[in-house]
């Protein structure tokens, strides 16, 4: 039977990484699935985001190393090659014929809610008994008056430039703008960032320090606490005029400012769906809408712009919808900047002194693999509460996503630092760090008053069973 001619258990709208998982998922327990994509199938990670950012990453990173060697660094055409194939090689797992193969119907075509259960696709009518949104967001590329839309690119549309832009002017400083002007520079453009505030103005501010210090050397030019006023169009490309009087000229200007949820079109007024001020759809923690048979996930909600946390969510809502279950999204969100270094955080990274709370840091100069690599610049930093619980915490360094994992464990599960410190772990690696932080804690707490003289009584008693008499045996 044609989808145009049954009740569909659950519509996906949407093909990006929160609507593959949340298709999956529902066809997986066995329900009647489709997911509906305008475009393409993968969504921003596979095409504009994850997966062309950190090749390109990986790239310039390669390209630092031969231009120190060589004097010379990589043809760009080159490293937009090793960019497509990173994609190209992806692009299966996230395809059409993955997701049929899964038990979802693939359909694609614009689609808009005309009623309750009614949805309208090109013009053809499909009902459902539930349906997730999934629609993703898309980067803000207005704001700037005066600038040519010919010199503007956006975190979608960078990746269409077929030649290293000579200079490149980065409007923004949270993580898209910081790895792509590290990129771009070691590339071999001269890289311009005018920040409002400070870079990576969410993450703790000694791990921003660090990374400023790095763009630098990579010869980014940083500008905080200022704005563009406006721009004009030169011989030479494009001249933005910042607040503080001081002009930046450049022939690609990266817009990196923030991103809005794709809901134009869909209809949701008529199902009963409610937007926030921003335009993005509210949903509580079991990612269900103000209209009980719709669910969100992904960049279209408020819930923080990551993949992993999109194909998490649209887990929880497929399985709330099609099982009628009641579970909850986590609270516990790591996050990770992948510039080098890398900063990555989960949970709480300030100490509040009035809640009692302590910052555990080891500097990676006491991290043994930091020293045999050369990489000493970084820390590990542990936010605990009086009893040692670990509350959440900040690492900086090379692969400190990968350690990052530890950590969120032990932030989701409520485990202490005698938990990681009481763990073996192997020697040397990067995540030394944690299990020194975690040590440190607790060295600390048993040289509190009251533990010593806890140990202290402790000792006595085992000293005084030890030196007991202890009366011979007669042999027999």
């Not at 305008?38 to 950012?53: E, H, K």
């Not at 013009?123 to 898309?138: E, H, K, S």
């Not at 516990?332 to 100490?351: K, Q």
């Not at 991290?367 to 900040?394: Q, S």
Request: with cysteine.
């Amino acid at each position: 039977m044609a989808v145009w001619d049954r009740i569909i258990d659950l519509l996906v709208v949407g093909g990006g990484t929160a609507g593959i998982v949340g298709a999956k998922t529902a066809a997986g327990f066995g329900a009647r699935t489709v997911l509906v994509e305008q475009a393409r199938t993968g969504g921003d990670c596979l095409w504009t985001g994850c997966v062309p950012s950190k090749t390109l990453l990986s790239a310039a990173e390669h390209a630092a190393t031969a231009r120190a060697l060589t004097g010379q660094a990589p043809a760009f055409a080159d490293v937009r090659k090793r960019i497509f194939a990173a994609i190209n090689t992806i692009e299966p797992v996230d395809s059409p014929a993955a997701l049929e193969a899964a038990g979802a119907e693939v359909i694609k075509g614009t689609l808009t809610f005309r009623s309750p259960g009614v949805a309208e696709v090109d013009g053809r009518t499909i009902r459902f008994r539930q349906a997730l949104i999934a629609t993703g967001g898309a980067p803000v590329s207005t704001g700037i008056r005066g600038l040519d839309p010919g010199a503007i690119v956006t975190s979608d549309t960078i990746w269409e430039l077929e030649t290293l832009p000579g200079r490149l002017a980065i409007v923004g400083g949270g993580p898209i703008a910081c790895e792509l002007g590290q990129a771009f520079a070691r590339l071999g453009s001269e890289v311009t960032m005018i920040v409002r505030s400070r870079i990576l103005p969410k993450e703790d501010p000694d791990a921003a320090d660090l990374v400023r210090d790095a763009l630098a050397t990579d010869g980014v030019r940083v500008l905080e606490n200022t704005t563009v006023e406006n721009a004009v169009t030169t011989d030479a490309g494009s001249r933005l005029r910042l607040a503080h009087g001081a002009n930046v000229d450049a022939d690609v200007v990266l817009l990196a400012t923030g991103r809005t949820p794709r809901t134009a079109g869909l209809g949701l007024d008529r199902i009963g769906v409610s937007l926030d001020k921003d335009g993005q759809v509210i949903t509580d923690a079991r990612m269900m809408t103000s209209n009980p048979l719709i669910w969100a996930a992904g960049d279209v909600t408020a819930n923080p712009r990551f993949t992993h946390l999109a194909g998490v969510h649209a887990s929880v809502a497929a399985s709330n919808a099609v099982l009628g279950l009641n579970r909850t999204i986590s609270g516990t969100v790591p996050r990770v900047t992948f510039t080098a270094p890398e900063v990555a955080a989960v949970g709480l990274t300030t100490a509040e002194a009035r809640l009692q709370h302590r910052a555990r840091t080891v500097r990676h100069h006491h991290v043994d693999r930091a020293v045999t690599e050369d990489t000493t610049d970084g820390f590990t930093r542990l936010i605990v509460d009086r009893r040692g619980k670990i509350l959440g915490g900040t690492i900086v360094g090379p692969r400190a996503g990968e350690s990052l994992a530890e950590l969120t464990l032990a932030v989701q599960k409520g485990m202490t630092t005698s938990d990681i410190a009481g763990t073996t772990h192997p020697y040397p690696t990067y995540s030394d760090g944690v299990w020194n932080a975690a040590v440190a804690d607790v060295r600390e707490r048993l040289a509190s008053p009251g533990t010593r003289r806890a140990m202290a009584a402790l000792i006595w008693f085992r000293r005084r069973w030890l030196d007991r008499p202890v009366p011979h045996r007669r042999d027999r």
